[in-house]
T-cell receptor, first 115, second 111 residues
């Protein structure tokens, strides 16, 4: 069964450093998402992406964050200057239709630890 | 966003049915009801979704109240592997891209 993959599984970085989290969505999917989950808290929506553009973003997704689909298979989340509060699990998801009936398939997540 | 309310936690015995309730009294006519679950240390996983009619799939059943103000996820025979946090999510027609997760229900399955 096709699945969303994410690398690395765990990233440790120093505060102020840039990190890039990578995702390979399911191959025929067109809609891509990033969510994050701070330890012990809810899963929070960050951004949705379709047709090489951001479709929607949350208040969390400020200028420190950016997303890119650099080639036909990868979808990346960049955090330019990490803060301690960026420590969280980051989940990538993809879907094929993008509508209200759509199933979103989530990856296993990248645990980001900012020291 | 329309809000959902779920119990914080529920317990079940293995091989018994589990009924996980969700209240969504402010649901609009075009909102779909989705259920996802998150097993420990994993990403969320789709379970089932519906609009008005009850739905069945290989994982679970979804019973939707006639007025759509509540729904119930039914696991017919709970296994230890079903221990997870279960999220009831409303996918809005105009903001269909994102899923807004609440606190969910933590299901504990006892052997």
């Amino acid at each position: 069964e096709p699945e969303v993959t994410q690398t690395p599984s765990h990233q440790v970085t120093q505060m102020g450093q840039e990190v890039i989290l990578r995702c390979v969505p399911i191959s025929n999917h067109l809609y891509f998402y990033w969510y994050r989950q701070i330890l012990g808290q809810k899963v929070e929506f960050l951004v949705s992406f379709y047709n090489n553009e951001i479709s929607e973003k949350s208040e969390i997704f400020d200028d420190q964050f950016s997303v890119e689909r650099p080639d036909g298979s990868n979808f990346t989340l960049k955090i330019r200057s990490t803060k301690l509060e960026d420590s969280a699990m980051y989940f990538c998801a993809s879907s094929d239709l993008g509508g209200s009936t759509d199933t979103q398939y989530f990856g296993p997540g990248t645990r980001l630890t900012v020291l | 966003d329309a809000k959902t309310t779920q119990p914080n936690s529920m317990e079940s015995n293995e091989e018994e049915p589990v009924h996980l309730p969700c209240n969504h009294s402010t649901i609009s006519g075009t909102d779909y009801i989705h259920w996802y679950r998150q097993l420990p240390s994993q990403g969320p996983e789709y379970v089932i979704h519906g609009l008005t009619s009850n739905v069945n799939n290989r994982m679970a059943s979804l019973a939707i109240a006639e007025d759509r103000k509540s729904s119930t996820l039914i696991l017919h025979r709970a296994t230890l592997r079903d221990a997870a946090v279960y999220y009831c999510i409303l996918r809005e027609f105009l903001n269909a891209g994102k899923s807004t997760f609440g606190d969910g229900t933590t299901l504990t399955v006892k052997p």
